[in-house]
């Protein structure tokens, strides 16, 4: 008896110096859940917010421009002195693992040297960072070390190969159509054909062939994975995007 009441009245002291940091606690925690709940919502829907630090692009180590090798229109020189089609070149050329592989793969150094060796003015501050990695002119090669700027968390898997050879045969699920690509697309939609795999990449990437720095366009989120797994009757169970 005598015990259990002096338990109490420690217990409820130890209660009278614990309750303010209770209740301080019970503030932090609630702030916590506020923002982790602002932050699931905001990863469920959209971009996260600014204050998270997320960046659409980035300044590459060498400024490579996409509209100079992928596009197809006209463009002047590199020295500025003469009008030069772009180059059309197809985005399989250098993404070689798109169609095969998880990553898509980007291009060691020694592919831009099939070209660089000899072509683009020996002026151009760019090329000379390009020819230095590739152990020209008596420089140490060095890869280039290129900036990620599509990256899922590290919990998320994403497999190329499999939307690639989806897209190519149902091409009427392919979104954001660069003009340069309609018709092509309109005519394979009409005639249940197929795309080529580069046709398809403006779904989740844009208009590469247009953009001098790739930037990120669509927010690539849980959300808008699940929503087309939906429509295209792909799975979405957890454990199909997460380990
Ligand atoms: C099929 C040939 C070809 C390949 C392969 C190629 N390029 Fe180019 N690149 C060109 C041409 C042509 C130009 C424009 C040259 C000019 O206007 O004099 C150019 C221009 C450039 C420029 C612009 C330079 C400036 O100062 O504006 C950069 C940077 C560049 N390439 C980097 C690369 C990189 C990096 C790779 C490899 C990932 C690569 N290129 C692969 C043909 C190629
Ligand atoms: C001549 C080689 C070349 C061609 C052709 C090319 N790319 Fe690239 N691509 C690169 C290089 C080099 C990078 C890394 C530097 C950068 O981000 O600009 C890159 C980066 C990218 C990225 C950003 C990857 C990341 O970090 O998230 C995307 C997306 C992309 N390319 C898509 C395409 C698409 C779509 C096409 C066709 C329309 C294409 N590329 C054609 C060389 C090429
Ligand atoms: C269904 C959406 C989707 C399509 C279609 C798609 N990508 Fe991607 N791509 C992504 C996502 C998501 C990432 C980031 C993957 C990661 O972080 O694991 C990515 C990353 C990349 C990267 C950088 C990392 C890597 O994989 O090497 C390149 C380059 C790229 N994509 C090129 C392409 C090209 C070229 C095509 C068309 C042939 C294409 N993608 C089609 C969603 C897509
Ligand atoms: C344009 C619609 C579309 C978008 C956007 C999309 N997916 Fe898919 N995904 C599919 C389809 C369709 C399949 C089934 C392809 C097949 O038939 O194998 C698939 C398959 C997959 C697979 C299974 C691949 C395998 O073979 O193991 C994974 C993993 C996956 N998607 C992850 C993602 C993630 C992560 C995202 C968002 C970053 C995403 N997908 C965005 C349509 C899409
Ligand atoms: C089609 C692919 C796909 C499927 C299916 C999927 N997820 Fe995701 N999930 C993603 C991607 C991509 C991200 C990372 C981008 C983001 O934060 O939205 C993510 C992020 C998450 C996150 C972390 C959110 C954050 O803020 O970091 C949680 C938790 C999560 N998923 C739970 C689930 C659960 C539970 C399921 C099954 C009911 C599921 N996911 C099914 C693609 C998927």
């Not at 932050?39 to 180590?61: C, H, K, N, R, S």
């Not at 998880?102 to 660089?116: R, S």
């Not at 979104?175 to 779904?203: I, W």
């Amino acid at each position: 008896m005598e015990y259990m009441k002096e338990r109490n009245r420690t217990a409820s002291l130890r209660f009278k110096i614990i309750f303010p940091f209770i209740a301080l606690g019970g503030l932090v925690v609630t702030a916590a859940m506020a923002a982790i709940t602002v932050f699931i919502l905001t990863a469920w829907m959209g971009q996260p917010i600014p204050v998270f630090g997320f960046e659409q692009t980035f300044d590459q180590p060498i400024a490579f421009p996409h509209t100079r090798h992928a596009g197809t229109g006209m463009m002047k020189s590199v020295d500025g002195t003469q009008e030069l089609q772009a180059l059309g070149l197809d985005c399989t050329f250098c993404h070689r693992t798109v169609t095969t592989q998880l990553n898509a793969g980007v291009p060691a150094v020694q592919q831009c040297m099939f070209c660089h060796q000899a072509i683009g003015p020996q002026s151009s501050p760019e090329l000379q960072k390009l020819r230095a990695a590739a152990g020209l002119d008596g420089a140490v090669k060095t890869p280039v070390d290129w900036r990620r700027i599509h990256r899922l968390p590290d919990h998320v898997r994403f497999v190329h190969e499999a939307h690639i050879r989806y897209l190519t045969a149902n091409p009427e699920a392919i979104n954001n159509v660069p003009e340069q690509n309609k018709a092509a697309v309109q005519s394979a939609v009409q005639s249940n054909g197929q795309v080529m795999p580069s046709m398809v990449c403006s779904t989740c990437h844009g208009d590469v062939a247009s953009m001098d720095k790739v930037k990120q366009v669509e927010p690539l989120k849980m959300g808008q994975c699940v929503n087309c797994h939906r429509d295209n009757n792909a799975p979405t169970d957890c454990a199909v995007c997460h380990h």
